[in-house]
């Protein structure tokens, strides 16, 4: 006999014979439900559990174990029982137990409550027996003409669970044993769970056939159930016949959504096939379905292994000016890609498109493009795109800044160096040591005492003259500089 079989005896053992109730002084022995929980449980701690519960139990009811009501039990499960650090365990024998009370009968929360915590602690051997008693005794809601609304989200957390853990025989008749307890038709999502379940583990065959029996039953497949399928034909890299789902798909009525496309185009790039994927992507456009970050991230990434950087510029300068990328989209890892190709100048002139049509940029994106804009000694360009940072707030970080200052005082451009520094000040960057070692230094080069004599003792102000013989030594530079113009 199956275990399941074993398992559903058991317990309707209990319910056939509750009109013998137990004495209510006790609960029955607990041996057997314990060594199936934890082998190495003794008889006498087995009995000192039970007596435990008996106590814990007893110290929660007011007018007994017999007048329990369902609400109150759940409570004492929920309260009580549920993290108790040696008796949660048993949460499943007092759910039998009270069931064999003849004052009693288990209601929807009694039920979901059983299920979860048989779920969420892997107690998988447990369910079917619970499942087949909740079809044997509905729950008191269902006395009328219609079911339990809650029936359904039981069965999906048992249904879930099964085949989670690759248990789909067990599934398959929970699946079947609420069919015949809802009113009307399973919802779409419980055999989206049964086919997900079939796909994630690679059995495509046996989720496409439930997917007929879902034709079969009438019930109309939604997005996601499309979306599984599209997406474990693309893991297998049958793009055939992840096209053809496609466009069953629309045929059936069901509009893809921005999942069913980023499913195809990455599964496109990741088989390369690059030039259907971007075919896939202007369809997407075509069809009025919005694109997402995502969806930019899949197309930015898949061109750029295949190293199309370029054409991935074009594309997304193309989709902007559609007017169809999402504002949140950001393009640092785009502006990445072309300053590592050396390409700063077409980072530049992608970053100035996107930031005109209202696509701030991010800081990253910002300092990597400015990174790169000094690798090629473009230091105008870098100290441009600086200067429209801090005018729109953007503030770097000191790093950067500081290494651009460098470049600028280098070049013989103290004085506009200090210009842009007093600017960032204003803006939030705190000035550093760096940044006046910098500047003295290049005021030093330019000879131009003056500005420099007023950096250093703005730098003594603050502090960052550690003593007397550092402030000579830059007084020093500047009187002895070439060309002191002060």
Same mark, same amino acid.
């Given at each position: 006999?199956?275990?399941?079989?074993?398992a559903?005896?058991?317990?309707s053992?209990i319910r056939?014979?509750?009109?013998?109730?137990?004495?209510?002084?006790?609960?029955?022995?607990?041996?057997s439900?314990?060594?199936?929980?934890?082998?190495?449980?003794?008889?006498?701690?087995a009995?000192?559990?039970?007596?435990?519960?008996?106590?814990l139990?007893?110290?929660?009811?007011?007018?007994?174990?017999?007048a329990?009501?369902?609400?109150?039990?759940?409570?004492?499960?929920?309260?009580?029982l549920?993290?108790?650090?040696?008796?949660?365990?048993?949460?499943?024998?007092?759910?039998?137990?009270?069931?064999?009370?003849?004052?009693?009968?288990?209601?929807?929360?009694?039920?979901?409550?059983?299920?979860?915590?048989?779920?969420?602690?892997?107690?998988?051997?447990?369910?079917?027996?619970?499942?087949?008693?909740?079809?044997?005794?509905?729950?008191?809601?269902?006395?009328?003409?219609?079911?339990?609304?809650?029936?359904?989200?039981?069965?999906?957390?048992?249904?879930?669970?099964?085949?989670?853990?690759?248990?789909?025989?067990?599934?398959?008749?929970?699946?079947?044993?609420?069919?015949?307890l809802?009113?009307?038709?399973?919802?779409?999502?419980?055999?989206?769970?049964?086919?997900?379940?079939?796909?994630?583990?690679?059995?495509?065959?046996?989720?496409?056939?439930?997917?007929?029996?879902?034709?079969?039953?009438?019930?109309?497949?939604?997005?996601?159930? =499309? #979306?599984? $399928? &599209?997406? !474990?034909?693309?893991?297998?890299? *049958?793009?055939e016949? /992840?096209? @053809?789902?496609?466009? +069953? %798909?629309?045929?059936?009525?069901?509009?893809p959504?921005?999942?069913? =496309? #980023?499913? $195809? &185009?990455? !599964?496109?790039?990741?088989?390369? *096939?690059v030039?259907? /994927?971007? @075919?896939?992507?202007? +369809? %997407?456009?075509?069809?009025?379905?919005?694109?997402?970050?995502?969806?930019?991230?899949? $197309?930015?990434? !898949?061109?750029?292994?295949?190293? *199309?950087?370029?054409? /991935?510029?074009?594309?997304?300068? +193309?989709?902007?000016r559609?007017?169809?990328?999402?504002?949140?989209?950001?393009?640092?890892? $785009?502006?990445?890609?072309?300053?590592?190709?050396? *390409?700063?100048?077409? /980072?530049?002139?992608?970053?100035? +498109?996107?930031?005109?049509?209202?696509?701030?940029?991010?800081?990253?994106?910002?300092?990597?493009?400015?990174?790169?804009?000094?690798?090629?000694?473009?230091?105008?360009?870098?100290?441009?795109?600086m200067?429209?940072?801090?005018?729109?707030?953007?503030?770097?970080?000191?790093?950067?800044?500081?290494?651009?200052?460098?470049?600028?005082?280098?070049?013989?451009?103290?004085?506009?160096?200090?210009?842009?520094?007093?600017?960032?000040?204003?803006?939030?960057?705190?000035?550093?040591?760096?940044?006046?070692?910098?500047?003295?230094?290049?005021?030093?080069?330019?000879?131009?005492?003056?500005?420099?004599?007023a950096?250093?003792?703005?730098?003594?102000?603050?502090?960052?003259?550690?003593?007397?013989?550092?402030y000579?030594?830059?007084?020093?530079?500047l009187?002895?500089s070439?060309?002191?113009?002060?």
């Amino acid at each position: 006999m199956s275990s399941r079989n074993v398992a559903v005896r058991s317990l309707s053992e209990i319910r056939h014979h509750h009109r013998t109730p137990l004495p209510s002084s006790h609960l029955p022995d607990i041996s057997s439900s314990l060594s199936a929980l934890t082998p190495i449980t003794t008889a006498a701690a087995a009995q000192t559990h039970i007596t435990q519960l008996n106590t814990l139990l007893r110290s929660f009811l007011k007018n007994g174990i017999v007048a329990i009501t369902p609400k109150e039990l759940l409570h004492f499960f929920k309260s009580r029982l549920r993290h108790h650090p040696t008796l949660s365990h048993l949460d499943f024998h007092l759910f039998r137990y009270a069931a064999a009370l003849d004052s009693f009968r288990h209601d929807h929360s009694t039920f979901e409550y059983m299920v979860r915590s048989l779920v969420s602690t892997n107690r998988l051997d447990s369910l079917p027996s619970l499942l087949e008693f909740v079809s044997s005794n509905p729950c008191p809601c269902s006395d009328g003409i219609f079911s339990c609304p809650r029936i359904e989200p039981i069965f999906r957390a048992s249904i879930g669970s099964f085949c989670r853990s690759g248990r789909f025989d067990n599934a398959h008749h929970a699946f079947d044993i609420m069919t015949r307890l809802i009113d009307g038709k399973p919802n779409a999502a419980l055999y989206n769970i049964v086919i997900h379940g079939y796909v994630k583990i690679g059995k495509l065959d046996k989720g496409f056939d439930f997917y007929k029996r879902m034709l079969n039953d009438r019930v109309k497949p939604d997005a996601v159930t =499309f #979306n599984i $399928l &599209i997406s !474990g034909h693309c893991r297998n890299k *049958k793009f055939e016949l /992840a096209l @053809e789902v496609f466009k +069953e %798909m629309k045929e059936k009525g069901c509009v893809p959504n921005v999942i069913s =496309f #980023n499913t $195809l &185009i990455k !599964g496109f790039f990741q088989g390369g *096939k690059v030039e259907q /994927a971007v @075919e896939m992507a202007h +369809e %997407m456009t075509e069809l009025g379905c919005e694109f997402s970050s995502v969806t930019c991230e899949i $197309l930015v990434n !898949g061109l750029g292994r295949k190293g *199309k950087i370029i054409e /991935a510029a074009d594309l997304m300068i +193309e989709f902007l000016r559609r007017g169809v990328l999402p504002k949140v989209f950001d393009y640092f890892v $785009l502006i990445e890609m072309l300053c590592i190709e050396g *390409k700063a100048d077409r /980072a530049l002139e992608l970053m100035d +498109e996107f930031w005109g049509k209202g696509c701030k940029p991010s800081l990253i994106s910002c300092t990597t493009l400015i990174e790169g804009l000094r690798k090629n000694r473009r230091i105008e360009k870098s100290v441009g795109l600086m200067r429209r940072m801090l005018d729109e707030g953007i503030v770097p970080d000191s790093v950067t800044f500081s290494c651009l200052l460098d470049d600028m005082c280098g070049g013989g451009g103290a004085v506009e160096a200090n210009k842009m520094r007093l600017l960032a000040s204003k803006k939030g960057l705190v000035t550093d040591g760096v940044m006046y070692r910098i500047l003295i230094s290049g005021y030093t080069r330019e000879g131009r005492r003056k500005e420099g004599e007023a950096v250093v003792n703005e730098m003594l102000d603050r502090g960052f003259v550690p003593d007397i013989a550092t402030y000579n030594m830059f007084m020093d530079g500047l009187a002895k500089s070439k060309g002191c113009r002060g």
